[in-house]
C-alpha cells in the first residue's frame, strides 16, 4: 500500500500539472478542454504530408523524355537504366538522414523540423525543374531527399496533437495524403510537363517554360509548399520543455537511475524493478517483434509499391514497339489524376468500415492477394487501343492503388499500435529509415529490370514487360506470405513477444 501510495504521489502532479510557457503543456490543456472533431488539425497535418509526397513521384511520368533530352542513354532501351538512379537518389538521401530528423525533432521539437522539411522542398524542388543535365539532376533530388525529414516527425506529431479518441483518425490522414500525394504528384507532372507544346497559346517555346520543359510542375509544387510553410508557422508546437515532464515522457535515464536509488533506499524493491524496467524501455525497440516484423513487412510493400510506381510510368509512355502503351504524359497525368480521386472516395467512405470489419491485417493481405492476378493482366493491356484500353487502364490503375494504400495504412496502423506514444517517434524513424533504403531500391531496381526487359521483346520464357510484372508479383507475393504468422506478430502479442 505504502508503494502504491509513492507511486501515485510521484505520478499523479505529472500527469495532471501544467507548467507554464511549455508548449506541451498548453496543447495538453487545450485537448482536455476541445470537444468536437479537430477540422483545423487535419487539414495541417493532411497539407504538410502532401508536400513531402508530392515531390517524391512527381517526376515519374516525365522521367523518360527528361532522361532523353539529357542525351546520355546511348540506347532508347537504356533511358529506364538512367530513371531509375534519379528516382533512387531522393530515397538514399532520406535514409541516411531519416534518423537524425527523428531525433533532431525529439530535442527541438516537431515544428522546427516541419518548418525546415517545407522549406527544402521549396527550394530543392523547384531547382531540380531546371536541371539542364543528368547529374545535376541527381545530386539535387539526392539533397531533396537528406533535407526532407518531414514523414517521421509528422506521425509523431499526429500522435501528439488530437484527443486519443482521434488519434487512430489522424494517422489514418497521414497515410491517406501519403497515398493520394503519390498519385496527384505524378498526375501533376504529366499535366504540366512540357507546356510549351501541349498549350502553345499560352507558353512559346522561347518561354521559360519552352527552354525548361519540367519546370513547370516542380514549380507548382514549390508554389503550394510555400503556402503551407507560411501557414505552418502558426502551428501549435507539442514537444515539451520542461525538464521534469522530459524525465517522465522521454525516460531520461539519469532520471531514472537516481529515481532508482531512491526506492532501494526506503526499501522498495517493487519499484526499483518497475523504474529498472522503465529505464529498459526506451532501447527495447528493437526487440519489439511486433514493430519490427510490421517494419519488415512495410518494406517489401514499399518496395514494390516504389517500382511499380516508376515502372507504370515509363511503360505507358514507352513505345508500342517495345511493349509499352505509347501514351503522352498528359495522358499519364489523366489516369493517375482519375486514381488519385477513386482513392480519396475509397479512404474516406469504405476503408474504414473494412478495417473495422476485417482488421489492419487481413485487409492488407487481402488487397495483396488480389494486387497479383490484377498486375498479371498489365501486359496484356498494351495489345488493346482507343476505348477499351482507356477504360480497363484506368481501372487497372484506381484498383491497384487502392489497394497499395489499403495495404500501407494497415501497417501504419500496426506500427504505431505496437508501441507506446512517447516511443513513437523513435518507432517512425526507424521505419523510415528502412522503407526508405528499400524505396531507394526500387526506382534503381525497377529502372533496371525495365530496360533490360526491353531487350528481349522475342524471349520464349515471360518475353519484354510480361517479366517487369512478373517479377512485381514475387515481390508482392513474398509480402503476403510474412503477413501471416509466425512472422507478423499483432500489437497484443507485445507483451509476450518481448519479454
Known amino acids: 500500500?505504502?508503494?502504491?501510495?509513492?507511486?501515485?504521489?510521484?505520478?499523479?502532479?505529472?500527469?495532471?500539472?501544467?507548467?507554464?510557457?511549455?508548449?506541451?503543456?498548453?496543447?495538453?490543456?487545450?485537448?482536455?478542454?476541445?470537444?468536437?472533431?479537430?477540422?483545423?488539425?487535419?487539414?495541417?497535418?493532411?497539407?504538410?504530408?502532401?508536400?513531402?509526397?508530392?515531390?517524391?513521384?512527381?517526376?515519374?511520368?516525365?522521367?523518360?523524355?527528361?532522361?532523353?533530352?539529357?542525351?546520355?542513354?546511348?540506347?532508347?532501351?537504356?533511358?529506364?537504366?538512367y530513371a531509375g538512379y534519379v528516382g533512387a537518389s531522393f530515397m538514399f538521401g532520406r535514409a541516411l538522414t531519416s534518423v537524425f530528423w527523428g531525433l533532431a525533432a525529439d530535442r527541438y521539437g516537431r515544428k522546427p523540423a516541419i518548418l525546415l522539411g517545407t522549406s527544402s522542398v521549396v527550394i530543392l524542388n523547384a531547382i531540380f525543374g531546371l536541371s539542364v543535365n543528368y547529374w545535376m539532376a541527381v545530386i539535387t533530388r539526392f539533397l531533396l531527399g537528406c533535407l526532407n525529414g518531414l514523414h517521421g516527425p509528422i506521425k509523431a506529431y499526429a500522435s501528439e496533437i488530437f484527443r486519443a479518441e482521434h488519434q487512430a483518425l489522424g494517422l489514418s490522414t497521414v497515410a491517406t495524403a501519403w497515398g493520394i500525394g503519390l498519385i496527384i504528384g505524378p498526375a501533376l507532372g504529366g499535366f504540366l510537363a512540357q507546356p510549351a507544346e501541349k498549350y502553345p497559346t499560352l507558353f512559346s517555346k522561347d518561354s521559360l517554360f519552352g527552354r525548361f520543359p519540367y519546370f513547370l510542375p516542380s514549380l507548382v509544387i514549390s508554389l503550394f509548399t510555400f503556402g503551407v510553410m507560411i501557414a505552418s508557422f502558426w502551428l501549435p508546437e507539442t514537444l515539451h520543455n520542461h525538464k521534469e515532464k522530459r524525465t517522465a515522457c522521454d525516460g531520461s535515464y539519469n532520471a531514472l537511475d537516481t529515481a532508482s536509488v531512491d526506492g532501494g533506499s526506503k526499501g522498495d524493491e517493487e519499484n526499483s524493478v518497475v523504474m529498472i524496467e522503465q529505464k529498459k524501455q526506451p532501447a527495447s525497440l528493437l526487440r519489439n517483434w511486433p514493430l519490427m516484423s510490421s517494419i519488415m513487412v512495410y518494406c517489401i510493400f514499399s518496395l514494390h509499391d516504389m517500382a511499380y510506381t516508376e515502372i507504370f510510368s515509363l511503360w505507358?509512355?514507352?513505345?508500342?514497339?517495345?511493349?509499352?502503351?505509347?501514351?503522352?504524359?498528359?495522358?499519364?497525368?489523366?489516369?493517375?489524376?482519375?486514381?488519385?480521386?477513386?482513392?480519396?472516395?475509397?479512404?474516406?467512405?469504405?476503408?474504414?468500415?473494412?478495417?473495422?470489419?476485417?482488421?489492419?491485417?487481413?485487409?492488407?493481405?487481402?488487397?495483396?492477394?488480389?494486387?497479383?492476378?490484377?498486375?498479371?493482366s498489365y501486359p496484356f493491356l498494351s495489345k488493346l487501343s482507343g476505348f477499351s484500353l482507356s477504360v480497363l487502364i484506368n481501372c487497372a490503375s484506381v484498383l491497384k492503388n487502392l489497394l497499395?494504400?489499403?495495404?500501407?495504412?494497415?501497417?501504419?496502423?500496426?506500427?504505431?499500435?505496437?508501441?507506446?506514444?512517447?516511443?513513437?517517434?523513435?518507432?517512425?524513424?526507424?521505419?523510415?529509415?528502412?522503407?526508405?533504403?528499400?524505396?531507394?531500391?526500387?526506382?534503381?531496381?525497377?529502372?533496371?529490370?525495365?530496360?533490360?526487359?526491353?531487350?528481349?521483346?522475342?524471349?520464349?520464357?515471360?518475353?519484354?514487360?510480361?517479366?517487369?510484372?512478373?517479377v512485381l508479383n514475387v515481390v508482392e507475393a513474398i509480402g503476403v506470405l510474412f503477413t501471416f504468422k509466425p512472422f507478423l506478430a499483432q500489437p497484443r502479442d507485445r507483451t509476450a513477444t518481448t519479454q
Open 1 to 81: 500500500m505504502e508503494a502504491a501510495a509513492a507511486e501515485e504521489e510521484y505520478t499523479v502532479p505529472l500527469l495532471k500539472q501544467y507548467y507554464e510557457n511549455c508548449p506541451g503543456c498548453k496543447v495538453d490543456e487545450q485537448k482536455e478542454l476541445k470537444r468536437g472533431l479537430p477540422i483545423r488539425e487535419f487539414l495541417s497535418i493532411w497539407s504538410v504530408v502532401l508536400c513531402t509526397a508530392l515531390p517524391i513521384s512527381s517526376l515519374f511520368p516525365y522521367l523518360y523524355f527528361m532522361i532523353r533530352d539529357f542525351n546520355v542513354a546511348e540506347k532508347e532501351e537504356d533511358i529506364g537504366y
Open 316 to 376: 505507358a509512355v514507352s513505345p508500342r514497339k517495345l511493349g509499352g502503351l505509347g501514351y503522352s504524359t498528359q495522358n499519364v497525368g489523366e489516369v493517375l489524376a482519375v486514381s488519385g480521386f477513386g482513392l480519396l472516395v475509397f479512404q474516406l467512405a469504405l476503408y474504414p468500415y473494412a478495417e473495422r470489419l476485417l482488421g489492419p491485417v487481413m485487409v492488407s493481405r487481402i488487397a495483396g492477394i488480389l494486387s497479383i492476378p490484377l498486375l498479371a
Open 404 to 470: 497499395s494504400v489499403s495495404i500501407v495504412t494497415g501497417l501504419l496502423m500496426l506500427q504505431n499500435n505496437a508501441v507506446e506514444q512517447h516511443q513513437r517517434g523513435a518507432a517512425n524513424g526507424i521505419a523510415m529509415t528502412a522503407m526508405s533504403l528499400f524505396k531507394a531500391a526500387g526506382p534503381a531496381g525497377g529502372g533496371s529490370l525495365f530496360s533490360w526487359a526491353e531487350t528481349r521483346q522475342d524471349a520464349a520464357f515471360l518475353p519484354g514487360n510480361q517479366m517487369v510484372f512478373f
